[in-house]
């Protein structure tokens, strides 16, 4: 079954350094997304991203957060100036269809812990 | 009104139990309603999800349950087996939106 890869599975950073996550989301999806969680809460929405442009996002997904496809099978979240409330598992995911809420395969996640 | 409230935040199962978990809503737009498994280490997984225009949706020993009036859905696990012990997060969306809005989670454990 196809799956939504991420790297590296856990990274820890100091306060203040820029930290990339990385995913390869499913070959035939269209759609990609960037969760968090922080650790024992809810799961919370970051960001989507479609043809190569923001398609949505909240409000935790400010202009210290960026995401970008760098290539045909990448997909990346970075945080520029990393805070110690930014530790957290990230999850991203992908779907063919982009809206609804359907078909997304997440991946494992990275847990970020910043010192 | 994006909030979907999940309770209880814990629950211990016999196995061969009922396992029954529930999520209320406030918005509705939402018009999608998926359940996630996920267990630790992992990231959440798909396990079941219904759309309004039915009131119950059953696959294997799993079931949804949904009131439209009440704004309520409920997740059912019959004959719960320790397999099954993991966290469940109800979920919902819009058919205009991409994102999903997740309830705060449950940790079921089924004890043998």
């Known amino acids: 079954e196809p799956e939504v890869t991420q790297t590296p599975s856990h990274q820890v950073t100091q306060m203040g350094q820029e930290v990339i996550l990385r995913c390869v989301p499913i070959s035939n999806h269209l759609y990609f997304y960037w969760y968090r969680q922080i650790l024992g809460q809810k799961v919370e929405f970051l960001v989507s991203?479609?043809?190569?442009?923001?398609?949505?996002k909240s409000e935790i997904f400010d202009d210290q957060f960026s995401v970008e496809r760098p290539d045909g099978s990448n997909f990346t979240l970075k945080i520029r100036s990393t805070k110690l409330e930014d530790s957290a598992m990230y999850f991203c995911?992908?779907?063919?269809f982009g809206t609804g809420g359907y078909g997304y395969t997440f991946g494992s996640g990275t847990r970020l812990t910043v010192v | 009104q994006q909030q979907v409230k999940q309770s209880p935040q814990s629950l211990i199962v016999q196995k061969g139990g009922i396992s029954i978990i529930n999520c209320a809503y406030e918005n509705t737009a939402f018009d999608y309603f998926p359940w996630y498994q996920q267990f630790p280490g992992k990231g959440p997984a798909l396990l079941i999800a219904i759309r309004p225009d039915v009131s119950e949706k059953k696959e294997g020993r799993f079931t949804i349950s949904f009131n439209k009036s009440a704004k309520q859905f409920s997740l059912h696990i019959m004959d719960s087996q320790p397999g099954d012990s993991a966290t469940y997060f109800c979920?919902?969306?819009?058919?205009?939106?991409?994102?999903?809005?997740f309830g705060t989670g449950t940790r079921l454990q089924v004890t043998l």
């Open positions: 979920a919902a969306s819009t058919d205009t939106a991409s994102k999903l809005t």
């Open positions: 991203f479609y043809n190569n442009e923001i398609s949505e």
């Open positions: 995911a992908s779907s063919y």
